[in-house]
T-cell receptor
Framework: LAKTTQPISMDSYEGQEVNITCSHNNIATNDYITWYQQFPSQGPRFIIQ???TKVTNEVASLFIPADRKSSTLSLPRVSLSDTAVYYC????????????FGTGTRLLVSP | SAVISQKPSRDICQRGTSLTIQCQVDSQVTMMFWYRQQPGQSLTLIATANQGSEATYESGFVIDKFPISRPNLTFSTLTVSNMSPEDSSIYLC??????????FGPGTRLTVT
């Protein structure tokens, strides 16, 4: 499994765009990048997955540069309810894969 | 997606006792998982539970301490045995939906005194 590095914490204000970057220098050719979100007192929630370029859904966008050694989770116009821990996971998108959670990024959104 | 419930949502237990945590899923799933999340920490996989077979435990976790049952495709239990204060954690179950895609229950917050 590719090792990932994320900032431990980030602060933002309501209405701002938040970009959380994950470094994965030893990503393999068949690895995908997956992000989970964990609200306080809840289990993690799958939010987005991608392989290259850009993926967008109703929750977030995921930007992956051509070399794929990093990725950026973008949350547009955050609200207080986006306060959560965000985890970046990297691994093959085939068959069963265990989820190995790192420390994640603790995002605090203030009024 | 899958709707997953856990019982109890929280409990306070005395050391030396055991607690069984239930995980119920609203659809049939092959693979279920149990995780532990200690206060302020990330999640650690305890074991994988497939229906009809013995659970597979991760390094550092043993069946005598964390026995798991998986009687059917929608239900599983995790027992935390002979508890000590170090077992105080949030215990979460999840179900497999695809590579790197799992759905998690709300967790059971256990405090051991």
């Amino acid at each position: 499994l590719a090792k990932t590095t994320q900032p431990i914490s980030m602060d933002s204000y309501e209405g701002q765009e938040v970009n959380i970057t994950c470094s994965h220098n030893n990503i393999a050719t068949n690895d995908y990048i997956t992000w989970y979100q964990q609200f306080p007192s809840q289990g993690p929630r799958f939010i987005i997955q991608g392989y290259k370029t850009k993926v967008t859904n109703e929750v977030a966008s995921l930007f992956i540069p051509a070399d794929r050694k990093s990725s950026t989770l973008s949350l547009p116009r955050v609200s207080l309810s986006d306060t959560a821990v965000y985890y970046c996971l990297v691994g093959p998108n085939t068959g069963f894969q265990k989820l190995v959670f790192g420390t994640g990024t603790r995002l605090l959104v203030s009024p | 997606s899958a709707v997953i419930s856990q019982k109890p949502s929280r409990d306070i237990c005395q050391r030396g006792t055991s607690l069984t945590i239930q995980c119920q899923v609203d659809s049939q799933v092959t693979m279920m998982f149990w995780y532990r999340q200690q206060p302020g920490q990330s999640l650690t996989l305890i074991a994988t539970a497939n229906q009809g077979s013995e659970a597979t435990y991760e390094s550092g976790f043993v069946i005598d301490k964390f026995p798991i049952s998986r009687p059917n495709l929608t239900f599983s239990t995790l027992t935390v045995s002979n508890m000590s204060p170090e077992d105080s954690s949030i215990y979460l179950c999840s179900v497999y939906r695809g590579p790197y895609e799992q759905y998690f229950g709300p967790g059971t917050r256990l405090t051991v005194t």
